[in-house]
């Protein structure tokens, strides 16, 4: 089992940055492929970027390649997500989740965060 805990959210100027945190607790964390999904209001949850069990992984959704970047400390059972340059349209609840596999799509995530509010005003 893993549970997951997110922080880091708040309110930035388009343009800002923020750094998502994801504490994991359970033994399995550092075999568990992460990711980490978003869900504006009125939207279904989408992914944003995933990454390998070993961190040697990623891969992002094309609407934040290049912006944001996820990386994972297995020592402190932490995964980040460091969100540059943000827009309006990353305005959503972020949530981390983890995997037994690397996958881009939700239901193959077993275990969710409970979700950090990212506001990006213009």
């Known amino acids: 089992q893993v549970q997951l805990v997110e922080s880091g959210g708040g309110l930035v100027q388009t343009g800002g940055s923020l750094r998502l945190s994801c504490a994991a607790s359970?033994?399995?964390?550092?075999?568990?492929?992460m990711g980490w999904f978003r869900q504006a209001p009125g939207k279904e949850r989408a992914f944003v970027a995933r990454?390998?069990?070993?961190?040697?992984?990623?891969y992002y959704a094309d609407s934040v390649k290049g912006r944001f970047t996820i990386s994972r400390d297995n020592a402190k059972n932490t995964v980040y997500l460091q969100m540059n340059s943000l827009k309006p349209e990353d305005t959503a609840v972020y949530y981390c989740?983890?995997?037994?596999?690397?996958?881009?799509?939700?239901?193959?995530?077993?275990?969710w965060g409970q979700g950090t509010q990212v506001t990006v005003s213009s």
């Open positions: 990454i390998s069990w070993s961190g040697t992984s990623a």
């Open positions: 989740a983890a995997s037994g596999s690397l996958s881009r799509w939700a239901d193959e995530y077993d275990y």
């Open positions: 359970g033994r399995t964390f550092s075999r568990s492929a």
